[in-house]
Structures are given as structure tokens and as C-alpha cells.
């Protein structure tokens, strides 16, 4: 059968010729620079699985410390990266997100793959409600009051999350904004005012930017943007916050990675 | 606290104001008629969570049943809908698709969701890999044939979905690519060829869409699609199938629900 092996084995074997104990380079820095050719080639493809550490140092014969030294330094030079439990695999030049699949914030998503980002409040005010965000909230028509705060999260000095909050002041009364600068909103939540976030529905969607997001994000125009709409609820079914999220869809991707 | 009801004491009190015994139209009747305007006009928004059943009948002040026979002509309408386990909620009129979270196949979910859709085979022909996906597939040099059907799958006339998909074929030898059309990939390959998908790698972004793309799904210039990457996995690890699928932005969206 041609599928068994993630990465094939004549692709392996091609790699072994070309490393030498002899050469004065080491073993583990031939190999590293070997796998870099091949993916900054394209020839390994963004996604592709890579044999398992005692097979690709079985197939190269050479340690498994010196496989794991090899992908080591492609690890920390972005070009590979581990998934807990399925595998090294070519890492891509989208940013990949998980938040589909797991109740992550954009802020501990980013912190998972080590990738360095600015958070910064644009606005915050105590606002009515509007109506639809009002029923989500649960909130009574004597008190539509609701915290908005618009944030930016950068990565490389562009923008690629736009992120409008919203929050009964009911809720978390005397909230300062700019705690959420440093600081993710459901850890605030949780730590400031004893409210856990239990699940979240969320709903992705592609859409064109309107010019407020478009200006807010600073993108060109014509370029396609995630638009994601979350609710977050407590653990006994009451809602605790609503947001919109506009994502950048030319940077980053939501993935999935999905058991039977 | 403001956020413990899905939907505020008071909005359910405004029903039952209008809920008379005394009219002759039946109660549940009356019931499911006030909801209906509420959605309707926007008041009650989509992914709104109604209360449960026996909160809902209490407030009201009629039997479960009522309540009960009330919601079910508004699902059969198409107004609300029911997530196993999660409770009620306002539907919206974008399809909502839950494959970001689940092995489950564009298919499967709109046959979940009760959408009825029509799938069509555009072209199927035997083709040598491209690069990446011989590499995704593990493909030997020496046999790089791959399978390669491109189908749409329409939801009232119009093109939702266009998949393009790639089966080496070694795997699937003979795979009539018509049986694609009343039948789900994924259980073709489990049923005929005795192939399971025991976990798939979805990538979902924002695209623009080319040319191809936009003929194939006969989109107006400027509809923002969302674009999956899809590589599915036997137990044993290997790859089985690599797929392309580009979804309508503006008629379908992803949707997680996502617990701690």
C-alpha cells in the first residue's frame, strides 16, 4: 500500500546518502540542514508528518539523540513543530490556531505556538447594549449596561486580531481596560471576579471587512478576513460575555485536528 | 447578577401576558405564534439559548407538553434548533456546520443539520500527484497516481461547497467516481474498500477565490469563501486521502462548541 508512511521511504533514504560521519560538520547539523533544503524547498509540503524519531534515526543510521538534536534546531528556527501526541511535522507560514477545537483565548493560542504579540486597548466604554448582544447577555431592560472594549493583538507589527468584548458591568464592576493589555480577559474573569468561563460557542465565517475593520485592522482593501462570533458561558448556563473577533485571513488559520 | 438567564425573566413574563387559555386558538398555538414573532423580529437573535422546558412551562404557567409541541412546529419551521445535550436555541439562516470539532463530512453534517442538498461530480480523472499532495500521501516516485474528483454540493440551487478530492490509487482501485454522487467519500472507502479515517487535519482560512474557483461555484466577483485543508489518517498513522474543499462565506459557517 503507497500510504503507510508519512514521509516515503526513498525520500528518506535520499537524505542518508548524503550524510557522512566523516565530514567534519556534525552529524545532527548535516541532518538539520538537509531537512531545511528540503522545506524551504517546498519539497516537503507545510503539514507533512515526519517518521517517528526512532524510525528516521533507524532509516539515517544515527542516534536518536542526534535525530532529535536535528529537529530540535528546526523547531526552534520555526521551520518544524511537535503536536503533543501526533507527531513532528513541517510548520507552515500561516499562524495556526486551535480555538475551534479548544477553549483557548487568541492570546494563550498564540503563547502555545511561542509567538510574540502586542496587545493593544483601542477603546473602551460603558455602553447600551445593543438588542442582540442584550438577549445574549440575558440582560433586563433596566440595565443594558455593558463594558465594550476594542483591542488589536499584533504579531510582527501587523495587526492579524481584532477583538470586540462585551460585558455586563454587572459583572465585573470597576474592570480597568488596560489590565487587558497584559493580561487575557478570561483569566481576569476568572482570577478578579470568581467568574469561569465553562464553554463557549463559536462560529467562523469569511467575510469582506467593512471600512471600521478594515481601518481598525489597517488592511488593503479586497483582503479576506475570519469573522468570528463568541459567546461564553458559565458553568450553570448563564452567559458571561459576547464578542466579535475579525481575524486576518491571509495570516492565520484555524486547525483542527480530529479523532474518530 | 444580570447573566443567569438565557433569556430574562421579563422577556418570558411579556409572554405570557399575550398567552390567554380563554382563546380558541390552542395554547400551544398562541406559544409557538409569539416566539415566531420575536425571531422573526430580530428581538430574540440567533444562537439565542431559550430556558429549559420545565423553566420555560413554569414561567408561562402551562404544561411541558405545550411548551414542548410550541418548540417543535418552530423546528420544523426552521426557527429553532436543538444541539443534543445543549438545549434550544434561535436558529440563524446561515447553514451552521459543525466539522471543525467533529469527524464528521460536509455530508454528514448538512444531512444532520436537515438541509437537503444535491452533490454533483464535476470531473474525476487519474492524474500524477502534485508535489505537495505526494508528499501528504507518501506517494513513491515510481507511482504518483492519484485519483483527482472535483464535485460541488448545492444547497437550493446554489453552489455551497466545492471539493476537490485525492485518492491514490493503489488505495482505491476502480472507485466509479459516480458512486460520489449519492454516496460520502468516507464511507465509500470504509464499505468498499475496507479503508478507515480514523483522524482528519482540517485547516480553515479566509480566502479570496481564483478564477477556477469562482466559475466552479458560480460566485459573483468578491464573495469571500472559506478555504479547509483536509488530510485524513488511517489508525496507523498514514495518510489516506488529501483534499481542497472552498466553502460559500456568506452561506455557511463553522461552528464550535467548545467545552473546558
Known amino acids: 500500500m503507497a500510504t ?15 550524510v557522512s560521519p566523516a565530514e567534519a560538520e556534525a552529524l545532527h547539523e548535516q541532518i538539520s540542514q538537509l531537512m531545511r533544503q528540503r522545506i524551504e524547498s517546498g519539497e516537503w509540503p507545510e503539514h507533512l508528518k515526519l517518521p517517528a524519531e526512532p524510525e528516521l534515526a533507524a532509516a539515517l543510521n544515527v542516534s536518536r539523540g542526534t535525530v532529535r538534536r536535528a529537529i530540535r534546531t528546526l523547531i526552534e ?8 501526541g501526533k507527531g513532528t511535522f513541517v510548520r507552515g507560514q ?7 477545537q479548544e477553549l483557548i483565548s487568541t492570546a494563550q493560542s498564540l503563547d502555545r ?28 431592560a433596566d440595565d443594558l449596561s455593558v463594558l465594550a472594549i476594542r483591542r488589536t493583538r499584533s504579531v510582527g507589527g501587523e495587526v492579524v486580531y481584532l477583538l470586540d468584548n462585551y460585558l455586563p458591568t454587572a459583572l465585573c464592576p470597576d474592570l480597568s481596560p488596560q489590565v487587558l493589555q497584559e493580561r487575557s480577559l478570561f483569566g481576569v474573569l476568572e482570577h ?17 471587512p467593512d ?13 479576506p478576513v475570519l469573522y468570528l462570533e463568541q459567546i461564553s458561558y458559565q458553568a450553570n448556563g448563564g452567559s ?11 495570516r492565520v488559520r484555524i486547525s483542527s485536528w480530529i479523532k474518530r
Not at 4 to 18: G, M
Not at 94 to 100: G, K, N, P, S
Not at 240 to 250: Q, T
Open 4 to 18: 503507510t508512511q508519512e514521509l516515503n521511504p526513498a525520500a528518506i533514504r535520499a537524505l542518508t546518502r548524503q
Open 77 to 84: 528556527a520555526g521551520l518544524l513543530k511537535q503536536t503533543r
Open 94 to 100: 500561516m499562524l495556526e490556531q486551535e480555538f475551534a
Open 113 to 140: 505556538e511561542g509567538v510574540e504579540y502586542h496587545t493593544q486597548v483601542l477603546s473602551a466604554r460603558v455602553v447600551q447594549a445593543p438588542s442582540h448582544i442584550a438577549a445574549h447577555l440575558g440582560l433586563r
Open 192 to 208: 478578579d471576579y470568581g467568574v469561569t468561563v465553562d464553554s463557549v460557542r463559536r462560529t467562523f465565517s469569511a467575510i469582506l
Open 211 to 223: 471600512d471600521d475593520v478594515s481601518t481598525a485592522m489597517a488592511l488593503r482593501p479586497g483582503v
Open 240 to 250: 458571561v460575555e459576547y464578542s466579535d473577533v475579525w481575524v486576518r485571513g491571509d
